[in-house]
């Protein structure tokens, strides 16, 4: 997401300090300590400017949501709505989804959601996109056994690359649908899921369950690092 630099921004954010998880690494295997009594933990990767972020957050009071965004300009949107709104049980963390694994410990999320991210349309950029298969090493690591994946995008080529992706990393694919909203919305929507709704633009989503988790690398034997140093 491209935005704008916006002056004020360091007094918004702080204005909304009391969302924003500034050292995350800290909170690594304890998440639920701040809210206990919370049903589930869920991680929306890529949260824009939180629309759908508030709104889950406000219907599902029950649970706690951890929204990770790498745009400071579209966070301190999201955190303005979920102050606005009174919210208890939704935090922000400003990072790279990439360093996911550095913030959430193994099994420590039940839920995990992507919507609308950037579909890299090259081919030579596909590593970067956020269903790609290292991207879904790292959300398994952090996934519980049976814990789910739930993927949103108006991007037919992005969507059938991740339908393989998530076949390849035997995630099990539940609920899949190339338009979402044919006969009627459905659930609630990303701000851009709303535009795309009025102009007509199928939306594609499905679920996936997480089956295995990934077997970690081998350590490297000492005598190969020597080599490899020297």
């Known amino acids: 997401m491209r935005m704008r630099k ?7 954010m702080e204005a909304c300090s009391e969302y924003w998880i500034r050292d995350p690494e800290t909170h690594r295997g304890a998440w639920r300590e701040l809210m206990p009594q919370a049903k589930a933990l869920r991680v929306e990767v890529g949260c824009g400017k939180g629309k759908f972020t508030v709104e889950t957050a406000a219907a599902e009071p029950d649970i706690l949501l951890i929204a990770v965004e790498r745009v400071k300009e579209a966070m301190v949107v999201a955190m303005e ?8 049980n939704v935090y922000f963390i400003d990072m790279d989804a990439a360093a ?9 999320i039940d839920l995990l959601y992507i919507n609308f991210c950037d579909p890299w349309p090259r081919s030579k950029n596909a590593k970067r996109r956020l269903t790609y298969r290292t991207f879904l090493d790292k959300y398994r690591r952090a996934l519980k056994l049976g814990g789910e994946i739930h993927f949103k995008t108006d991007n037919e080529k992005l969507f059938a690359f991740s339908l393989e992706e998530f076949a390849a990393s035997d995630l099990e694919i539940r609920n899949e649908t190339w ?9 609630i929507m990303t701000g851009y899921e709303e535009k795309f709704y009025a102009l007509g633009t199928p939306i594609h989503r499905c679920e996936c369950i997480v089956r295995s988790k990934p077997v970690p690398a081998e350590p490297i034997p000492e005598t190969e690092m020597d080599s490899a140093e020297n």
């Open 6 to 12: 916006k002056r004020n921004l360091d007094p918004r």
């Open 81 to 88: 709505k979920a102050k606005a709104m009174g919210l208890k």
């Open 100 to 108: 996911i694994n550095d913030c959430f410990a193994d099994d420590e």
């Open 179 to 187: 338009n979402l909203h044919e006969h009627g919305p459905v659930g």
